[in-house]
């Protein structure tokens, strides 16, 4: 299998390439507009067909490249179907499973940071947007989010993978670049060491955080996959 992390700055988004070294398949996990150029390159490089882009989540903080990369590559765009979106090409449901040459990306239903977030498992990996971050996880004061609802996620769908699973997130502010499930179970300092449900709502309501800068523009983008 291969796999490539991209970092875009702006946002501090990760997207990830993943892909089969048989078929030469690949898929993009939550891929930027503006980086569309980086992933042609790529894609290019490795000899590779883009089959699918998938999105966690529909994002805030910055405009998908789901609907430009259909147009190029005629890749089919993967979305949860609580969305609330109507462009996509495939909707999933919880342990929805897509085959890509040799492995199977299985979609874990994980809402709370939005309403429709997905987390992806391949192998031993797990894909998970804005659900949980490194030592973090995703915001809960837009976009229906509730803290109660992530709590619930990431215990009943992130934290029973085995402990070894490598939690790829969608987003690090400190460059850290992944983590492993029984690692965030452990020292998560909103989750870990069988934090209550009671305290982690508790932190999530005095975060206190600004209001997201480019929701404005990337939630209505994101809602017509990027267009
Ligand atoms: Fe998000």
Redesign the pocket.
Known sequence: MILHQFFEKESSTYTYLVASEQTREAVLIDPVASEIESYAHMLKQLNLKLVYSLDT?V???HVTAANLLRTRFGCKTVLHRNSGVDCGDIFITDRSAIRVGEFLIEARYTPG??NACTSYVIDTMVFT??ALLIDGC?RTDF?EGNAETLYDSIHQQIFTLPDDTIVYP?HDYKGRLSSTVGHERESNSRLGQGRSKQDFVEIMKNLDLPYPKKIDIALPANKACGK
Do not use: N, V
């Open positions: 989540h994002h805030a903080d940071h939005t947007g804005d995703g976009q969608g």
